[in-house]
Structure formats: C-alpha cells, structure tokens
C-alpha cells in the first residue's frame, strides 16, 4: 500500500526505535527504571481531581465544545496570564484552547506555511516541532544551539536566502532538551530579526514554572512583543500540574495567527473534554504552593541525581531549569548516543533519550528526566555505573 510522502520523513523516529528497546529489555526480565520521557510522576492536585470529578457526574458536560463553549477557559486564561506577565489578552481574539501544546505546535504550520517555505527550529529540539513542519510540506533550517553560545541560536548564521523563504520561527526556552533559559534580551532581538523579515514567531513554553531556587522567572514571548505583531505563545498543563495525560493547553498571542491555528483546529478536533477545561481553569486559580512544590521536588531530584553522577566520575552542569539533565556522554560513546541509549537499556533496564533524538546537534549526549524519586535515580545512576565501568 503507498501512502502520502509526506510521511516519508517521519519514519526515522529513534523514540520509536527506544520504545522497542525498552518493550524488549523488558520482555527479557530487566527491570525498566524509565528516565527517558518527561511525563511527570507526581499526582495532581486534589483542587483539580475533584473538579473533574465533580463534572463526570454532570451529565450536561457530556457533549461536544464548540468555540463559544470554551469562553469561561479562554476568560480564565486571560486572567492568569494578565496576573503573570502583565500583559491583556482578549479572550474571543487573543486566547485559543488545546489539547495540549504538542497538538497546537504540530498544527500551526498546516496554518501558516505554504509547501516549501522554510521554518526555522532549534537543534537539538523537540521532535513535534520538526514533525509538524514536515506534515505541512515546509522545509526546516535548523539553527544549531552549542554550549559556547549558552544554547541560544545566533540569529545573524542565517543564510539570506532561507530568511527570505523563512515563514515562522520556533524557540522554546527554558529548554528542551538542553536545560537553557533565555533572557528577555534575546527574545527582543528575535522579535527586531521576526518583524524585519516578516516571520511569524512562534515560543513554545511547557517549562515556565520550571526553574529553580536563584534563577529568574523566565520571560514571555509577548514581553518582547507587547502589541501582538508577530508572535504565538504555547502552554501546556502536563508539567506544572502533572496533567500530561488529560491533554490540555492553550495558545496566546497574535489574532490573526491564533485565528489560523484555529482555522485547522476547527477542521480536526472539538476541543477538550468541558471536564477538563473546568480542572484546567482550577489549576491556574490554585494555590501557587501547589506548583511551587513541584518545582521543589525536581529541585531536590536534580540535586541527588547530579551528586550520584559525579560520586561515579561523570560531572554534568547542574541544570537551573525544566525536570532534565543533558548530559555530554564519555568520550567512547560521544558519536553515538543512540548506541548507548539502547545498550544500556537492554544491559540495566535504564532507559534514556539519546541525543541525537532531538536533532543533529544533540548527537554526543543523552537526557535523563528526572520523573523519579531520588532513591530511584540513585539506583539508576548505580546501574549507570555498572553499564560504564563495569
Ligand atoms: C518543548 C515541549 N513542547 C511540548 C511538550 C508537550 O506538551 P503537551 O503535553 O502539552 O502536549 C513537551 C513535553 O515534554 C515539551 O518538552
């Protein structure tokens, strides 16, 4: 059977390939300690639960959500955001619901791109960025992110010619996979290089909340693009609220982009389920000790999983931000991270992501989430041993 082209770029996933590494280590006995995906272990807040308890027992939430039914979402979004990063947002125009940021970010470029343009992608990045830009037929410049430049692309490397054919731009800080934050300076910068070139800006920011003790709170897109000329702003309520299997986030930013996105959503989905969206709207009016817990449990994870590494002779930056840590591989297995990944699943039941998951750049390194509690990435960092010196 053939099917669409468009599919063909999408077939190389090593995500994929680590699953059946996993699925196969754990059929041949091993134990899986899983710190390859960034799914949140923690549990939600009980505020959210029994709002979303309380609508299962409403049969009047059972049915479809058009736009208009999403209103009281899209108020309370404009709410929090305003109370945030002070900036308003009109809700009707300004504020669209998802089912989840991944959803949103893989569409937009059906919404925005013609076939053939370029978008413009961190490398290393996350693979649904790539992935939507392929289903829409774009081409993709990939802007390498290195530590000497503390993980930000430089804009000026652009070649004229792809800035010319470049439709969007995607950035996504604090990052993933490399634990980089950015400063408002740099997203000011981008937002002179978008507007000078006519390019949609597009922050993708899941991590928001993610930074810990003596960093700043990182800064919004729409802070560096206070009238809404050029950019759309992306969150999720999988990581400050654990809810990454309810699937809900939204988008913020310019109307005529979020009116495109919604356009393609339109086409596609029917929102989240009403239940959902009232357990989402309890999180952004919860108590912010709630979040700030969280964040405090993957600060004290961090800090025994990065000690436990260096105990065994691999000394990795401490992360400031996000629930990973990127860690460059020893020297024998830096060309290639898929390798490693694999073999020390099969050989210990660890499970990471390898580099060059997230694109070229991120070849020579591999990313431990760190979705355990700390006598369990001890454990792993043990086997991690045992895989590396024997
Ligand atoms: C950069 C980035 N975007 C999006 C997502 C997915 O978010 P959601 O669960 O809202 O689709 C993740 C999850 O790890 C992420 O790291």
Sequence with gaps: MQFAQRLQPLNRNVFADMDRAKAQARKAGKEILDLSLGSSDL???????????????????????????????????????????????????????????QEGTAHLPLAVMNPGEFALLLDPGYPSHTGGVYLAGGQIYTMPLTVENAYL??????????????????????????????????????????????????????????????????PSILQADKNKEIAIEFFTFSKSYNMGGFRTGFAVGNAAIIGALRQVKAVVDFNQYLGIMRGAVAALECDRAIVDDTIKTFQNRRDAFVAALKDMGWSVPTPTATMYVWAQLP????????????????????????????????????????????????????????????
């Design 43 to 101: 549990p939600v807040a009980p505020p959210i639960l029994e709002t979303i308890e309380k609508a299962l027992g409403d049969r009047t939430t059972y049915g479809y959500n058009l736009f208009a039914s999403t209103r009281f979402f899209r108020d309370a979004i404009a709410t929090w955001y305003e109370n945030r990063y002070g900036i308003p947002l009109n809700p009707e125009t300004e504020v669209l619901p998802l089912i989840g940021s």
């Design 153 to 218: 692309p430089v804009l000026g490397d652009i070649p004229p010619a792809v800035v010319e054919s470049a439709k969007m731009m995607v950035l996504s800080y604090p990052h993933n996979p490399t634990t980089a934050t950015a400063p408002l300076s740099f997203f000011q910068e981008a937002v002179n290089f978008c507007r000078q070139h006519d390019i949609i800006l597009v922050h993708d920011f899941p991590y928001h909340d993610f930074v810990f003790e003596g960093t700043t709170q990182p």
């Design 331 to 390: 020297p024998a297995w830096r060309n290639d991270s898929v390798k490693f990944a694999t073999e020390l699943v099969a050989a210990t039941g660890v499970a990471v992501s390898p580099g060059a998951g997230f694109g070229k750049s991120g070849e020579g390194y591999v990313r431990f989430a760190l979705v355990h509690d700390p006598d369990i990435l001890q454990l792993a960092v043990q086997r991690l041993a045992s895989f590396l010196i024997g």
